[in-house]
């Protein structure tokens, strides 16, 4: 089977690229920071079929040469070693979102047009953080759809980190949709933009991972019972597996995915619903977690949003989502099972 580079590969959504790439029998070379992530996920993961290269840095000019120096056989790239908002400084902003992630994304660009002769396609993890100003979210006038884009300038970002993720995340998707459509590029491009992404770690020993957006469920089942709430964070989710297989269908059907833009959206969500999920299907947690107002979910839902059509996605791919109710539940039962683990 071809090999494919997953950068990023101990991360969240990485790990199960990985995981699924592998149950398909690809060859997998993954990129993680340190040869202690390394060592994890070849211990983990017994699978021949699995190396990996250490990259320190992303923002580092030749970070990928060498991995393309030894695997001159990689025939396709999947990029989503990206900076997450983890708190960081404002006077950081600009190095870590764009020095970092966007100059990620073009340097492993430039290293596969000059190392990687074998390439045939390259996708990368976008982010529906990309698709318009964050504010305009919440307008109901506005459509979104797979051809929006986020246009806010990093003028505009001001000291707000979430802004700086959804700038990075827009201009990182922009400048690789431009680079692969000079003449000289050999390979084709594809994004995947997930929205608020939730579901169990591939493994549970990364649950603690801290930069995952499936804190938020794990916020819940850690709170005090007597958290006052109001628990009205709002969003719009897909299971962190469903995110995989986007990618993998990417590199299965590279001709078809030549330049789309998979927007991945399941379920409408606020903290008051996976309150509302846990308790119902944990007995044993009811009584130790917040209850909230169980009667009314929608405390937190905007009274108007913007509308979506994220058709040619649902066309192109055919996914069946998995349902919120399941990806909360095996995210919770991770949970329970980290927590013992620590104990």
């Known amino acids: 089977m071809p090999a ?23 060859t997998v070379i993954g990129t993680v920071r340190t040869g202690e992530k390394a060592k994890f996920l070849i211990e983990k993961f017994e699978d021949p079929n699995l190396s990996f290269e250490i990259v320190p840095d992303i923002a580092e000019a030749t970070a990928f040469d060498a991995a393309f120096e030894v695997h001159p056989e990689i025939e396709f790239v999947v990029h989503t070693a990206a900076v997450l908002p983890r708190g960081v400084p404002k006077e ?11 100059a990620g994304t073009i340097n492993i660009l430039k290293t596969i047009e000059k190392y ?5 396609h390259f996708v990368l993890t976008s982010s529906s953080a990309a698709l318009a100003d964050l504010r305009l ?11 929006s884009w986020n246009e806010t300038s990093w003028e505009q970002v001001g000291d707000f980190e979430l802004f700086a993720y959804a700038y990075s995340k827009a201009e990182a998707e922009r400048s690789a949709k431009e680079f692969t ?15 608020w992404v939730l579901g169990p770690q591939r493994f549970v020993e990364m649950e603690g991972n801290s930069s995952s957006e499936a804190q938020l469920v794990a916020s819940l089942v850690n709170a005090p019972v007597n958290s006052p709430g109001p628990f009205d964070t709002w969003g719009a989710a897909v299971d962190v597996r469903d995110v995989a297989k ?5 590199v299965e059907k590279y001709a078809e995915f030549k330049d789309a833009r998979l927007v991945l959206a399941n379920a409408e969500f606020t903290s008051q619903l996976l309150l509302n999920i846990i308790n119902q299907s944990f007995p044993e947690l009811v009584g130790k977690i917040p209850a909230g107002n169980m009667v009314d979910h929608t405390v937190g839902m905007k009274k108007s949003h913007a509308a979506i059509d994220f058709s ?5 791919t055919g996914i069946e989502f998995i349902p919120l109710e399941k990806t909360i539940i095996d995210g919770v039962k991770q949970i329970l099972e980290y927590n013992a683990l620590k104990k």
């Open 116 to 120: 990687g002769p074998s390439v045939r």
């Open 246 to 250: 986007a990618h993998v269908l990417s």
């Open 4 to 26: 494919v580079l997953v950068t990023g590969a101990s991360g969240y959504i990485g790990a199960h690229i990985v995981s699924q790439l592998l149950e398909k029998k690809y």
């Open 312 to 316: 040619k996605t649902a066309e192109i």
């Open 181 to 195: 459509k000079r003449p000289e590029v050999k390979f084709t491009f594809s994004s995947v933009c997930p929205v």
């Open 137 to 147: 979210f919440e307008d109901s006038t506005i459509l979104l759809t797979e051809d």
């Open 92 to 102: 950081e902003l600009h190095k870590q979102y764009v020095e970092t992630s966007v």
